[in-house]
């Protein structure tokens, strides 16, 4: 028998929105056993009908006031469980925003579980009937689509036949009453494996260094436990064929896994290797994705259809359940914190959170691991794996470190952008048809337009910083906010000469060069400017995977993590680019990507050799960049971040002040400065001061940035509650009108 009445039910709402407070809510009867903690749902928020996720269901409410009623779900499934909630309660706290704008990146308001496919109707061939000829001679394009359709395996969409009649339904109808084909409607699932390669199966007899590892991961993935480890593999180690092990014994176990990449380009050749092992339990889930695709994606995986995400920082937020294993391939990599919108979370550090919240097993692996997570295993915080030597036998390759500055000595030429070491190695790889890849860290043809009678530089009017010249287009354009002109302008704006330079060099030049120099060759450019799409990425990749392509160039997206069999040479065009920025992590970035580049050669049995090209060829990073000595530059960069109290020996904070008034954003920052007084011991506060890139997307930039030592402040809470009580409680520090203020937890640059 049931119940008379049903007692009231309140639910407390968190909004994506720029606040920290809950607002309370009624639930309709009707809906009273759907709403649950985690599930999305509209309500009334001022005059707006909002969409926002249920923090809290109780029978009473603390709100005194006039209560509105929730309006209804947005989802017919579950879209988290209680250890994602709790992962996004906790990126809340840590990163010091709103549940609701957290909430909002796991579960995007353009997602969801009621997505459906569309349907689309398919024709299928059955005969030519009894008089093709006459077919043929009377009706010629329903026979050459009848042709068409008898080439064809299976069904095909009847909108793929426009290019061979005009109105396909209608020629189709007629040939169906014909029986000379079938007709079906069905449902037109989005392609979700296009930004793969087709599957890449290997058989794999593992070394005794890689039986080691697996041995302890193995033991560690039982236990059930949280497990956190370092896997330090230099390049070609073998590290892929660990993980796809490591995720076979999880879904053996029922559990699932999640497989972080940084870069889009690592997709493709991931995504092909597991493919091949694991099949259609592998999602995909990265940003050059289709809206449909995405969808349909999304709310899989939500379903528990998918036992396996691989992707980019975003899928540490997927909706997987009873995780067991989770792997930051790449850990150290820049592109794996979001920079905007909020949270501006750090998908390794998260990663690490949900291993811990799920009693996963994390592995952060790379040949170059960040300075955090080395000093981290050196404490004992994490597990320390390492493979010495690359698998199957091969060899590392012979490095050239050419000095520049002496090269244009000897040839009297300046600004040379190929030495003849490096012209005459690639020269001697095309002969023995073997692949050379190219790193040239800056796309476009030139990055810097100057007047050479009065030195004059085209700026981006918003950012103030330099235009960069694309030949292709010809157009000028600001790589920070995207502004761009057509055209090189006659005169310099400044007086008015005609001599323009273009100065500085990008890939496009580079290929220009090549191109000039080497006509037989086939080369392929590989940067954001050739691959918005992810169809165009993964047809570069393959190509050059199956040896049609001779010469890959590109920016540091081809730098990591890929393994070509044939390729042999790697040359690094600039290797100071970016060296000398005033930024704490400059010269650990430059080591890392020189060290990895210089990885793609000769991983299988062919030898390699990499020339790295540098104008500073006594410097520390670039000498052990080029030795391949990690520890030894390891040590140097700790022992100087030690000195200068910067991280991983202090916690990091940076207060960013932003408005279009630089006095207003310097007076804002200024007055912020004047009520932030140390309140313990071993906290630091430097500035406020302008950032090294002062002016972007028409905004000014001011910095405040906190470092508390992690011998005063172990866990960092000190820090944390310092930050709440000055810029989220009730005396907090306000955006004003006119300037905006950030809070940036863990860092990745001071720029």
């Known amino acids: 028998m049931s119940p008379l009445f049903s007692p009231v039910m309140y639910a407390e709402v968190a909004f994506p929105i720029s606040s920290y407070q809950t607002f309370t809510y009624q639930i309709p009867e009707e809906l009273n056993d759907r709403v649950k903690v985690g599930v999305r749902v509209k309500a009334p928020l001022g005059r707006r009908?909002?969409?926002?996720?249920?923090?809290?269901?109780?029978?009473?409410?603390?709100?005194?006031?006039?209560?509105?009623?929730?309006s209804a779900l947005v989802d017919d499934l579950p879209v988290l469980d209680e250890q994602l909630w709790e992962l996004l309660q906790w990126t809340s706290r840590y990163y010091l925003t709103p549940l609701g704008q957290v909430a909002k990146t796991a579960m995007p308001r353009s997602l969801s579980t009621g997505y459906e496919p569309q349907r689309q109707k398919s024709v299928r061939f059955i005969t030519f009937g009894p008089d093709p000829d006459m077919l043929a001679k009377k009706r010629p394009a329903q026979f050459r689509?009848?042709?068409?359709l008898s080439q064809q395996t299976k069904a095909v969409a009847m909108r793929s036949l426009t290019?061979?009649?005009s109105n396909p339904l209608n020629a189709c109808r007629k040939l169906a009453e014909q029986g000379l084909v079938e007709i079906k409607e069905e449902i037109d699932f989005p392609d979700a494996t296009g930004?793969?390669?087709?599957p890449i199966a290997k058989n794999i007899e593992f070394s005794f260094a890689q039986q080691q590892v697996l041995t302890e991961l193995s033991y560690a993935l039982q236990t059930e436990n949280f497990h956190p480890s370092v896997l330090h593999g230099v390049t070609g180690s073998g590290k892929t064929e660990i993980y796809i092990e490591l995720v076979r014994e999880t879904l053996e176990q029922g559990r699932t896994a999640i497989m972080l990449l940084p870069e889009i380009a690592l997709t493709p050749q991931i995504a092909g290797r597991f493919r091949a092992v694991f099949g259609e339990k592998v999602a995909l889930w990265h940003s050059k994705m289709t809206t449909a695709v995405r969808a349909w994606t999304w709310k899989q995986i939500c379903a528990g259809q998918f036992k396996v995400v691989v992707g980019a920082r975003s899928a540490i937020f997927s909706p997987m359940r009873n995780i067991g294993l989770i792997v930051v391939d790449e850990e150290q990599e820049q592109s794996y914190k979001q920079d905007s919108p909020e949270p501006r979370y750090h998908a390794r550090d998260v990663a690490l959170m949900r291993g811990k919240i799920s009693e996963a097993v994390v592995v952060l692996a790379s040949a170059t691991p960040s300075l955090e997570s080395y000093y981290n295993q050196i404490q004992g915080k994490y597990s320390y794996l390492y493979l010495s030597e690359r698998f199957g036998g091969a060899k590392y390759p012979q490095v050239h470190i050419v000095d520049m500055n002496r090269e244009q000595e000897e040839t009297g030429k300046s600004g040379q952008v190929f030495s003849s070491l490096l012209l005459e190695k690639i020269q001697d790889r095309l002969a023995r048809d073997e692949q050379i890849i190219l790193l040239q860290n800056r796309r476009g043809y030139a990055p810097v337009i100057r007047c050479g009678d009065c030195g004059e530089i085209l700026m981006c009017p918003n950012c103030h910083l330099s235009l960069t010249y694309h030949s292709r287009g010809d157009f000028m354009q600001c790589h920070f906010c995207g502004y761009s002109r057509q055209r090189i302008p006659d005169q310099c704006p400044a007086c008015h000469s005609i001599k323009l330079l273009l100065a500085g060099t990008g890939t496009q030049k580079v290929e220009d060069i090549l191109r000039d120099t080497f006509p037989q060759m086939r080369l392929s450019r590989l940067d954001l400017d050739t691959t918005r799409s992810g169809a165009n990425l993964t047809r570069i990749l393959e190509e050059f995977a199956d040896g049609q392509i001779d010469i890959l160039l590109g920016t540091q997206m081809i730098a990591k993590g890929l393994d070509f069999e044939n390729a042999t040479l790697v040359g690094i065009i600039n290797g100071d680019t970016g060296l000398f920025l005033p930024d704490y992590r400059a010269g650990e970035r430059v080591f890392q990507l020189i060290y990895q580049a210089a990885g793609r050669a000769g991983r299988h049995k062919k030898p390699g050799e990499v020339v790295i090209q540098t104008?500073?060829?006594?410097?520390?990073v670039i000498k052990n960049a080029a030795r391949l000595d990690l520890q030894k530059y390891y040590n140097i960069a700790l022992s100087e971040r030690q000195e200068?109290?910067?991280t991983p020996f202090s916690w990091m904070v940076r207060i960013e002040f932003s408005g279009e008034k630089r006095q207003k954003v310097e007076t804002q920052a200024a007055n912020c400065r004047e009520n932030l007084m140390p309140a313990y011991k071993g906290l630091e506060i430097l500035g406020p001061a302008p950032c090294y890139r002062e002016r972007l997307r028409n905004k000014y930039r001011y910095q405040i940035v906190f470092k508390s030592k992690k011998a005063?402040?172990?866990?960092?809470?000190?820090?944390?509650?310092y930050l709440r009580r000055n810029f989220t409680g009730t005396n907090a520090i306000r955006n004003s009108k006119s300037v905006r203020t950030i809070i940036d937890i863990d860092p990745v640059s001071i720029l």
């Open 49 to 70: 009908m909002v969409q926002g996720v249920v923090v809290s269901k109780t029978e009473t409410s603390k709100f005194k006031g006039k209560i509105r009623g929730l």
């Open 615 to 620: 104008y500073n060829p006594e410097d520390s």
């Open 644 to 646: 200068l109290n910067y």
């Open 195 to 198: 930004f793969s390669f087709k």
């Open 145 to 148: 689509m009848l042709e068409f």
């Open 163 to 165: 290019g061979l009649v």
């Open 712 to 721: 005063m402040d172990p866990n960092g809470s000190l820090l944390h509650d």
